[in-house]
């Protein structure tokens, strides 16, 4: 989900992020399973089904840059307003500030859409950088960053080192949203949004409105189970959440497995016990 406003001059290549959107080819849209054909009809028919003013965000990286770069202008041409792209990490031991800046840097040249960078350290077991965060920045084309890292002194530090660029912080996980707003993130790509949108936006309302006592509320209810849909249970938890609230989550790609019953009975407890079921 998303706050801002979308700047309509399309030569500073700068998207101020707008109403309520989509990010499609994201971790829990289990991308890496995925052929390159398959990514990009996704997101294709999603623009397809979209209304015109909702933002959507698809994700186009590669861990070689000239595939990322590939992968992004396909994604342009199928209809995303805007491209989320993961930090490459088959080879971290070697992927430095440098190796990480250069990267990001061509595919920015070059993406007919303006580009997030995305930092997920549970999957790739890779941070970006601070230093790459603030030097990427300045690139005209590079709007923000979703950092699903959950370390909010860090996401604080980015912002106040980013804060003369305009650059945009999104909070990658509903478990810390209410602490990202409040050390100046504008917005958040949430994995629990495809289960409890409406409460997620209604957080984003509290927190922007001031009202951090009711916010705090809510921020507590969404903890376990969002950790569930996430770190504990994974993509398989929250396809099986999709299903009890009435949305079609439907199968996994192999390797990834079903739940257990045992898992499945963990999963109804988070959202049991917080009162969402």
Known sequence: EYSGKVNENPAQRRMYLASTGLVVQGSNGEYPYLTEEERVEVVTMVRRSLPKEKLLIAGSGCESTRATVQLTERMAAGGADAVLVVTPSFYRGKMSSRALIHHFTKVADSSPVPVVLYSVPANTGLELPLDAVV?????????????????????????????????????????????????GAVGGVCALANVLGPELCELERLC?????????????????????VTRTLGVPALKQAMEWFGFNGGPCRSPLQPLTEAETEQLRRGFSTNGWL
């Open 135 to 183: 030097e990427l920045c300045q690139h005209p084309n590079i709007l923000g960053l979703k950092d699903s890292g959950g370390d909010i002194t860090r996401i604080g530090l980015i912002v106040h080192k980013t804060k003369r660029q305009d650059f945009q912080v999104l909070a990658g996980s509903a478990g810390f949203l209410m602490a990202a707003y409040c050390v």
């Open 208 to 228: 922007k409105s001031g009202c951090w006592e009711e916010a705090r509320l809510l921020q507590q209810r969404l903890i376990e189970p969002n950790a569930a």
